[in-house]
């Protein structure tokens, strides 16, 4: 079946260093997204991006982080200068593109990356 | 704008038994409706979702919901729990309209299984 990876699975960084989180999504899905889930608490929207630009973002995602899709299939989250509270499990996600039309296309998420800021 | 709300943050219930995760949403369009598990030290796994068809969902692992528009409710069930069924289950809404394929998240219910 086919599945969303996300690399590393554990970054331990130092607070005001750069981190860059990357995913590789399902090589047939146009949307993709990335979510963060703090420790204990739910999970929250950050990004979505399609057709290669920002199509919706959180008050999360500010200044300090960026998205790209360098290559056509790699999909990577950048935090310019983290932050303590920068600390949880990022999750990237892929998804067809839905609509009311042809129903809810799932997200499928990969098994995230755990961002711990020192 | 949408949101859901999951009432019990913590549910356990003994090997065998009912279980039931609550979940009420509010949308401003007619929505989709998604239970997600998330097992330990792993990521979200699709159990089940609603796409305006039928109002009982059936989803994996013999799970289900039933979506109730006069409640906006979509309330997770499964007959008889199995110990394997301990996991933090997540409900999440998204807008039906074109384009807005955001998901947006319940804060979860840890269901604990007692033997």
């Known amino acids: 079946e086919p599945e969303v990876t996300q690399t590393p699975s554990h970054q331990v960084t130092q607070m005001g260093q750069e981190v860059i989180l990357r995913c590789v999504p399902i090589?047939?899905?146009?949307?993709f997204y990335w979510y963060r889930q703090i420790l204990g608490q739910k999970v929250e929207f950050l990004v979505s991006?399609?057709?290669?630009?920002?199509?919706?973002k959180s008050e999360i995602f500010d200044d300090q982080f960026s998205v790209e899709r360098p290559d056509g299939s790699n999909f990577t989250l950048k935090i310019r200068s983290t932050k303590l509270e920068d600390s949880a499990m990022y999750f990237c996600?892929?998804?067809?593109?839905?609509?009311?039309?042809?129903?809810?296309?799932?997200?499928?998420f990969g098994a995230g990356s755990r961002l711990t800021v020192l | 704008a949408q949101s859901v709300t999951q009432l019990g943050s913590h549910v356990s219930v003994s090997e065998g038994a009912l279980v039931l995760l609550r979940c009420n949403y509010s949308?401003?369009?007619?929505?989709?409706l998604f239970w997600y598990v998330q097992y330990p030290n792993q990521g979200l796994q699709l159990l089940l979702k609603?796409?305006?068809?039928?109002?009982l969902v059936k989803g994996i692992n013999g799970f289900e919901a039933e979506f109730k528009k006069s409640e906006t409710s979509f309330h997770l069930t499964k007959p008889s729990a199995h110990m394997s069924d301990a996991a933090e289950y997540f409900c999440?809404?998204?807008?039906?309209?074109?384009?807005?394929?955001?998901?947006?998240f319940g804060t979860g219910t840890r269901l604990t299984i007692i033997p």
């Open positions: 090589s047939n899905h146009l949307y």
């Open positions: 949308s401003s369009v007619p929505p989709y």
């Open positions: 609603y796409t305006s068809a039928a109002t």
């Open positions: 999440a809404v998204r807008l039906t309209n074109f384009g807005n394929e955001k998901l947006t």
């Open positions: 996600a892929s998804s067809e593109p839905g609509g009311y039309s042809s129903g809810a296309n799932v997200l499928t």
């Open positions: 991006f399609y057709n290669n630009e920002i199509s919706e």
